[in-house]
């Protein structure tokens, strides 16, 4: 079974009325959730039934053993500023609409095994922040792209679909024992440095 088949087999037909609608549609802007990035390439072995990325392998590293950013709390997470430029220019270029970052997050690594005020005032996701924030300076200004806001997710630690409540990505500390909320630093250095950027675009 090939790829073309695996994947299209399963996907619903559109008529020529119904692509008529799709390309009538007026967007006010693109909303894209980031986390990170990856290296693919693509598998020699037919696709299984249930493919649903393209068959293609998911990658860490390149063919030259070059990690594809920094490593996070999560295996498949890491931090990489270089490519979420290159998303959101490429973004912009094919669509020419403003652009709002909607989710982007990273957890510490072994940041679930720190006491909270290890967690607190944890650097890593800092400069998680002050990278992302700088790509996006970038991406506007030096490659054109209308970046029109950007959500860091979320608020406080909670329950995450896929590791329970072990990462943790937010800027605010949970004692899952008392449920009392202590901002990290990351929370004020980000407050900071979104204002820093304000002040300087305008």
């Not at 490593?71 to 959101?88: I, N, T, V, Y």
């Not at 998680?128 to 700088?134: E, P, Q, R």
């Not at 605010?172 to 675009?201: F, G, H, R, W």
Request: proline letters at 3%; hydrophobic letters at 30%; aromatic letters at 10%.
């Amino acid at each position: 079974m090939t790829d073309s088949i695996s994947l299209r087999s399963r996907l619903l037909d559109f008529t020529a009325s119904d692509m008529a609608i799709v390309q009538k549609a007026e967007c006010d802007f693109y909303g894209t959730n980031y986390y990170t990035s990856q290296f693919a390439r693509h598998r020699e072995q037919p696709a299984s039934e249930t493919d649903y990325i393209g068959n293609v392998d998911k990658l860490q590293e390149n063919k030259k053993g070059e990690a594809v950013g920094e490593e996070s709390g999560l295996h498949w997470l890491r931090s990489c500023p270089g490519m979420f430029r290159k998303h959101l220019t490429r973004i912009y270029r094919l669509y020419g609409k403003p652009i709002y970052i909607t989710e982007s997050r990273c957890p510490c690594p072994g940041e679930d095994k720190k006491t909270r005020e290890e967690s607190v005032n944890y650097e890593y996701r800092i400069q998680y922040f002050k990278d992302h924030l700088d790509a996006v300076g970038k991406s506007v200004s030096e490659d054109g792209a209308v970046i029109k806001g950007y959500f860091a997710r979320s608020l406080m630690d909670n329950l995450e679909w896929s590791g329970g409540h072990g990462p943790r990505f937010r800027v605010t500390n949970t004692d899952y024992d008392t449920l009392d909320q202590t901002p990290k630093k990351s929370a004020l250095v980000l407050q900071k440095l979104i204002e820093t950027m304000k002040t300087a675009s305008s």
